[in-house]
């Protein structure tokens, strides 16, 4: 059975870091690409980052590049998102999302749109506020 379970959001003032994990089981990491999206209240769901099957490459939106790092640890079948300098902007629930084999033919690209993955968490909170 495929499953995502996140972990690590909580409380932080502007400035501080998280990390999240996505623990998955019951498919072998290596051939998914990996997402990270967030839904604040009353908005859409945005894709954050993503890295593609084998982690060959990674791909980030505009307002968290420079801020947010996704990792993949194949042996733990976990992926991460640590964020730093975080901003109250950045509360929202997280979410972390799965797809099988290369995202538009290659392996070495990735997708950020919700459409482009099957298999979802149930999310984490992060707030940020002072």
């Known amino acids: 059975q495929t499953q995502l379970v996140e972990s690590g959001g909580g409380s932080v003032q502007p400035g501080g870091s998280l990390r999240l994990s996505c623990a998955v089981s019951g498919f072998t990491l290596d051939y998914y690409a990996i997402a990270w999206f967030r839904q604040a209240p009353g908005k859409e769901r945005e894709g954050v980052s993503c890295?593609?099957?084998?982690?060959?490459?990674?791909n980030y939106a505009d307002s968290v590049k420079g801020r947010f790092t996704i990792s993949r640890d194949n042996a733990k079948n976990t992926v991460y998102l640590q964020m730093n300098s975080l901003e109250p902007e950045d509360t929202a629930v997280y979410y972390c999302?799965?797809?099988?084999?290369?995202?538009?033919?290659?392996?070495?690209?990735?997708?950020?749109?919700?459409?482009?993955?099957?298999?979802w968490g149930q999310g984490t909170q992060v707030t940020v506020s002072s």
């Open positions: 999302a799965a797809t099988p084999g290369p995202y538009s033919g290659s392996n070495y690209a990735c997708g950020r749109e919700v459409s482009d993955y099957d298999y």
């Open positions: 890295i593609s099957v084998y982690g060959y490459t990674t």
